[in-house]
């Protein structure tokens, strides 16, 4: 029986385990573990897992796909940490929202008998926590798959298995384009969200301003509720990126600037008029569905395992290796092999 370990379980991770259990992957188990009582416990009051484990060596033991769903500076430490307890063989991935950090950690700390596959599903809500977790939160979101150089066809297939068994897209991304492309549509409206609060807020008319404010307010406002820890994580460990679309969009919002500052003259109306509707025709097509080509999905489909393939290697190929090295180590302790099926 294959294993996936889940290591963190707030909102994604315990969502994780939700859908791997609602899918419709049969012969796995669903291990979740964290370092904190409360979020172990808020995942056990969802039944999101076959098991949760207080120990991050009993979790990982006998895994075959490890999944971080930490906050992203906190991976690290855990790579480091987990390393020389990782199963031979075993596929260890993320569903952080930053890459470039992740990706070079897991070179440097991670032990070449394992493979790393960076993933990120691009979905998540505001109100953090396990018990705000949901089963079909992936469902229909693309999920970036971006495989470490070193990594093997069938550990990508597997994820590219595991992101479509819980309902997801792949979506194949280079780690550049990934953290600059995210950077854009999921780190630059928080910190607008933000910032707008910051900017309201610390008005010394606040108290009367506060009283006006209605939903247009609260909904461009509502990212500001987020996970502060996971916010500060993705701007620490995606600075530059950030900057360049605050830059970016500072120049936008300058353009408007000199269109409504006319030295006491009044706007020109078709212009402003014009920013307004180029921004509601660009926001129809998105919604529409136009600026979301398929083609990108699967541009790599033919260097990696079908998804058949993919749940036959995951389910019975690499399992059925892996249990094969260990039968093999105890028949050949000469060779060394068994260390390997030891430290299992």
Not at 18 to 31: G, K
Not at 36 to 44: K, P, Q, V
Not at 226 to 242: E, K, L, Y
Not at 324 to 336: A, I, T, V, W
């Amino acid at each position: 029986m294959a294993q996936v370990t889940v290591i963190g379980t707030g909102l994604i991770g315990t969502s994780l385990g939700l859908a791997l259990r609602a899918s419709s992957l049969r012969n796995l188990t669903v291990v979740g573990t964290d370092a904190e009582h409360a979020a172990r416990s808020g995942a056990n009051r969802m039944n999101a897992f076959d098991k949760v484990e207080g120990r991050l060596g009993n979790a990982i033991e006998e895994a075959d796909i490890i999944v971080l769903a930490t906050p992203v500076l906190a991976m690290r430490e855990l790579m480091e940490g987990m390393a020389p307890y990782l199963p031979e063989g075993c596929v260890v991935t993320d569903v952080g929202s930053t890459k470039t950090q992740v990706l070079q950690w897991a070179d440097e700390l991670l032990p070449d008998s394992v493979d790393f596959v960076g993933g990120h599903p691009m979905a998540g809500r505001e109100t953090p926590g396990p018990e705000n977790a949901d089963g079909t939160l992936f469902s229909g979101k693309p999920y970036c798959v971006i495989p470490s150089p070193k990594a093997s066809q069938r550990a990508v297939g597997e994820i590219t298995t595991l992101a479509e068994a819980i309902g997801a897209v792949p979506y194949f991304i280079s780690v550049d384009e990934h953290d600059s492309f995210v950077a854009a549509v999921s780190h630059l409206p928080f910190v607008l969200s933000t910032a707008l609060v910051g900017c309201t807020s610390k008005s010394a008319n606040w108290s009367d301003i506060g009283q006006l404010a209605s939903s247009g307010y609260r909904d461009i406002t509502r990212l500001a509720s987020g996970d502060t820890i996971m916010h500060r994580d993705i701007c620490v460990s995606n600075a530059q990126p950030i900057v360049a679309w605050i830059d970016a969009f500072i120049r936008e919002l300058y353009e408007y600037r000199k269109l409504l500052d006319t030295d006491g003259e009044p706007p020109d109306n078709e212009a402003v008029e014009t920013l307004f509707e180029d921004a509601r025709v660009a926001r129809a097509k998105w919604l529409a569905g136009e600026v979301n080509p398929k083609a990108r999905e699967m541009q790599q489909a033919q260097e990696y395992p079908s998804f058949g393939q993919s749940m036959s290697q995951m389910f019975m190929g690499s399992w059925g290796e892996r249990a094969m090295r260990r039968m093999m180590g105890q028949r050949d302790d000469d060779r060394g092999d068994r260390r390997s099926s030891d430290s299992r």
